[in-house]
């Protein structure tokens, strides 16, 4: 499978402990993006990374947020000190085998569920 | 403001009919619209796009329609099988990163 991956897919924890989920994009995109999904809603965009750059945050991602792409290739997103209210979908997406474009169309991960309890 | 939406949250068809979804923007300068299909527990799957320089643009079973004057599109989708049962959400792409989703409308097939 050539797609954009996720893991986990789900992941349960309790209020005030840290998580980290992984994604790993289409091999030959070199932009990568982080949305969330609650319930009937559509995805909301945290952040993107062209290469290992983070060029854009939403002001969705609080300080407890932190989002990684150290070698350009795969990206983190951790979550410290987490709340309720961070239960949802949180769902990875790639794009992009050359300069950014308004075009860009923009291929999705799975997603990691996220259950804070 | 700007936001992207949706005129009906729930759409029910027969199967073998055609389903039409609807969508508003209210950025007139938007350039790039795509629709995703979001099956339950999955990531939304890209279905078909279309930029501001078109009125129409076809895929397989699928037509994306788009209407600048009153800054509307619509997905229809042609003889709906059981398997497009799903959400539908229309995105509008802002450049870099900045995706916009609406809200999403839920398509029942009925056999």
């Known amino acids: 499978d050539t797609g954009v991956s996720q893991n986990p897919r789900h992941k349960i924890t309790k209020r005030g402990q840290n998580v980290t989920f992984r994604c790993d994009p289409i091999?030959?995109?070199?932009?990568l993006y982080w949305y969330r999904q609650t319930l009937g809603q559509g995805p909301e965009f945290l952040t993107y990374?062209?290469?290992?750059?983070?060029?854009?945050k939403s002001r969705l991602l609080s300080d407890r947020f932190s989002a990684e792409r150290p070698k350009g290739s795969f990206s983190t997103l951790e979550i410290q000190r987490t709340e309720q209210g961070d239960s949802a979908m949180y769902l990875c997406?790639?794009?992009?085998?050359?300069?950014?474009?308004?075009?860009?169309?923009?291929?999705f991960g799975p997603g990691t569920r996220l259950t804070v309890l | 403001g700007e936001s992207v939406g949706l005129h009906l949250p729930t759409l029910s068809v027969q199967e073998g009919d055609n389903s039409i979804i609807n969508c508003a923007y209210s950025?007139?300068?938007?350039?790039?619209f795509i629709w995703y299909k979001q099956e339950s527990g999955k990531g939304p799957q890209f279905i078909i796009d279309?930029?501001?320089?078109?009125d129409k643009r076809q895929g397989q079973r699928v037509t994306v329609l788009l209407n600048k004057t009153v800054k509307h599109l619509s997905l229809q989708i042609a003889a709906t099988q059981p398997g497009d049962s799903a959400v539908y959400f229309c995105?509008?792409?802002?450049?870099?990163?900045?995706?916009?989703f609406g809200k999403g409308t839920k398509l029942s097939v009925k056999p």
């Open positions: 997406a790639s794009s992009g085998t050359g300069l950014p474009s308004a075009t860009d169309t923009q291929y």
């Open positions: 091999s030959e995109h070199n932009r």
């Open positions: 990374f062209q290469n290992e750059a983070q060029l854009e």
């Open positions: 950025n007139s300068a938007s350039d790039y």
């Open positions: 279309i930029r501001s320089n078109m």
């Open positions: 995105a509008e792409n802002r450049g870099q990163g900045n995706l916009i």
